[in-house]
């Protein structure tokens, strides 16, 4: 599977877009729009998150602004022209250069993004042991960590395949679909060598 990275990247560049990425209400909007997998109004936001539409407003449009949400469609919903957004079909990049200024924030931003990962995984191992199971066989999902001995080639392959492979299917592909979560480390444990390319 060598096939090319096929979504656009965003890269958060300055301090200002860092700490809009980063506020953790607007990664649950993100979360919840990437699950609804159709586009949304402002007022849906706000319905489904519990926030002011004016709220719901004003977090959609600073997404907007960074590039991560994008507009979809116009529809009269009682007489009113509903703006109807999506979530950008792009891969997030906070920069990878942690010699700079912004590593702080960088760091922060990725500390953010992963505590909510991490709390959304355990509050599902939660309901998971709580819930009789329809399909006991079925997979529903996983934890692993590990270490495996790779040259640079292979590294990258690896990155890419995964990476390739996520980024073909965020899109709803059929009404049998689930959305599943992720994250994804993968870095060289010696020092002194070159990140892996974005």
């Not at 590990?146 to 890419?160: K, N």
């Amino acid at each position: 599977m060598d096939a090319k990275i096929i979504k656009p990247v965003v890269t958060l560049q300055s301090e200002e877009d860092l700490r809009v990425f980063m506020l953790p209400l607007r990664q649950k909007i993100l979360r919840m729009m990437q699950i609804q997998d159709k586009p949304v109004t402002s007022k849906h936001v706000a319905d489904l998150m519990g926030i002011s539409p004016s709220s719901a407003r004003h977090h959609l449009k600073r997404l907007q602004q960074i590039g991560l949400v994008e507009h979809d469609h116009f529809e009269q919903v009682n007489g009113i022209k509903a703006d109807y957004l999506r979530p950008a079909d792009v891969t997030v990049s906070i920069g990878g250069d942690l010699r700079d200024d912004l590593s702080s924030v960088r760091f922060a931003a990725t500390v953010s993004l992963v505590s909510d990962i991490t709390r959304n995984y355990l509050d599902w191992m939660n309901c998971v042991q709580k819930e009789p199971v329809e399909q006991p066989e079925r997979f529903q999902g996983d934890l692993g960590s590990g270490i495996v001995h790779l040259d640079q080639a292979s590294a990258e392959a690896f990155y890419r395949m995964v990476r390739t492979f996520v980024e073909t299917h965020t899109q709803t592909q059929s009404v049998h679909d689930h959305a599943w979560e992720y994250a994804f480390f993968f870095h060289d444990t010696t020092t002194g060598k070159p990140p892996l390319p974005q």
